[in-house]
Structures are given as structure tokens and as C-alpha cells.
């Protein structure tokens, strides 16, 4: 995973800390790849519950990093 520095200081700066959590794990994925997040992945993996879960995505939707979607 690459991401620019300047990319990390504003996130880092913006964000709440599970939130910037949230997107370092988004960030671990390819580049344009489309999934639908999953609950019980990130849990596991970033060691958070499900409010703060929806509350970080709810947070990264408002700031712009996440573009919500419907199929």
C-alpha cells in the first residue's frame, strides 16, 4: 500500500481516530476497486464496534473520502 504523505497528514488531521483507522484499512485495497463494506471484517481487523463503525463510515461519507452508493 502506497499512499502520499501530504494524503496522510490532512486524513490524519481531519479525522477521528477510528475513523483514520477505518480509512487506512479502505486504502489497503487495490486502486479502483468497488466493494461493499463489511461489518464484521472490519471489526475483526481494526478491533471496533459496530456504532463506531457506522460512525466513522458516516464520517468518511460526510468529508468526502467514501461516496455512497446504491446497485
Known sequence: MLI???SIKKAMNE???NTFKLWLY???NKDHYE???SNADVKDFCNMSRNTYS???NEL???GYLQ???L
Open 15 to 17: 479525522l477521528r481516530p
Open 4 to 6: 502520499n504523505k501530504q
Open 35 to 37: 466493494f461493499a463494506l
Open 55 to 57: 460512525d466513522a463510515v
Open 26 to 28: 479502505i486504502c489497503g
Open 61 to 63: 461519507i460526510t468529508k
Open 68 to 70: 455512497e452508493y446504491t
